[in-house]
């Protein structure tokens, strides 16, 4: 099989083949789209070999740009995380995993199991020193002049104390400046409220320690926010704890659809509605383009000695392609040191501050 040879400049991403609804075809296809985009990305493609190399022969630009590394495993949707990590060391999985702990790819991307491949991620690539929980980051479409917001945690952990919150709001301002190019990141807190009398005591213990941080990091602390804010333009990161986050990522993916059911319904509704809809054609196409949950596919799991991309479960060639570009663009700026070096220089300062009493 072709070899992912180390060409100057080429960047290799571990792909996890298997897993996701639409089988390996759309995850061959995907990684197709993204290799004819941009000729520095190199793949490691883990699942059953013979099935992939027949997948891959009829791409004729992966060919020398993919290495196949055969796994027969498949972690499935319904398999318990605490099951994999005892029995799934043959799975495309682990493989996918353990070639970014290995130095093999610089990230790794699966649209598997999402509780599964967070597990294992945490124990084959361990925690940054420094990090307490890792968190799940997504992008979520905004009025903002870079169209989309950071949220996390979105469901890694349900838990967060107020260092676990500040933690999030130092890896999302790393994730905004590496993924999104913002200098100086704006970060709120999720709450039911914007002032700072309301919500939960660990809440307005973070509001104090995120904004005793903000200068020191170069990061704007805007405050509390409300969940209306979340695809505004007061805030670019989103900070709120595995629990909320999830609710709300399901939410916004719940509501999406509805709109987007709701205006079809409206332009078939008679034929004076469907010339409106031909009229309106290039607009809808470029709202549908603007809110395609494909097309800001990928999870980002934050606070790992390696990173991690999680693809949605559905995704077809064009979600895995989203996901594949978001991948390189961390691999390219070095995100992974990056956020090392942004934990690690917090954590000094707040031993700092804690150490001096203030």
């Not at 799934?88 to 599964?116: F, L």
Request: charged residues 20%.
């Amino acid at each position: 099989m072709d070899s992912t040879s180390q060409a100057k400049g080429s960047i290799v991403l571990s792909i996890d083949a298997m897993g996701g609804d639409h089988g390996p075809a759309a995850v061959v296809a995907g990684i197709s789209r993204s290799a004819k985009i941009n000729p520095d990305i190199r793949f490691l493609l883990h699942g059953p070999k013979d099935e992939l190399e027949r997948l891959v022969a009829r791409r004729r630009n992966l060919q020398g740009r993919c290495e196949i590394r055969h796994a027969e495993g498949v972690v499935t949707m319904d398999d318990k995380p605490s099951q994999v990590m005892r029995h799934g060391k043959g799975t495309s999985m682990w493989s996918t995993v353990e070639a970014v702990r290995n130095g093999d790819a610089t990230v790794a991307v699966s649209c598997g199991n999402t509780g599964a491949l967070m597990a294992l991620s945490m124990v084959r690539l361990r925690k940054l020193p420094g990090v307490n929980r890792p968190a799940i980051a997504v992008l979520w479409p905004s009025r903002n002049p870079q169209h989309f917001n950071i949220m996390l945690d979105v469901g890694a952990d349900i838990r967060a104390d107020a260092r676990d919150l500040l933690q999030y709001s130092l890896m999302g301002v790393s994730y905004a400046r590496n993924g999104l190019n913002l200098d100086r990141p704006r970060v709120g807190l999720l709450n039911v409220g914007t002032e700072e009398h309301k919500g939960r005591a660990e809440l307005k213990e973070a509001h104090d320690l995120i904004s005793a941080q903000a200068h020191e990091a170069n990061f704007a602390f805007v405050g509390f926010v409300e969940g209306g804010d979340i695809p505004g333009n007061v805030a670019d990161v989103i900070v709120t704890d595995g629990f909320t986050g999830n609710i709300a990522l399901k939410t916004g993916e719940g509501t999406a659809g509805l709109i987007g059911d709701l205006l079809r319904e409206a332009f078939r509704y008679s034929p004076l509605s469907r010339l409106a809809s031909l009229l309106a054609l290039t607009s809808l196409r470029r709202l549908q383009k603007r809110i395609d949950p494909r097309r800001v596919n990928g999870g980002v799991f934050l606070g790992l000695n390696g990173t991690v991309v999680k693809s949605h479960g559905s995704a077809d060639a064009t979600g895995v392609s989203a996901a594949v570009k978001l991948a390189f663009q961390l691999a390219e700026t070095g995100f992974t040191n990056k956020l090392a070096a942004r934990v690690a220089s917090a954590a000094d300062l707040d031993h700092d501050t804690r150490n001096s009493g203030t």
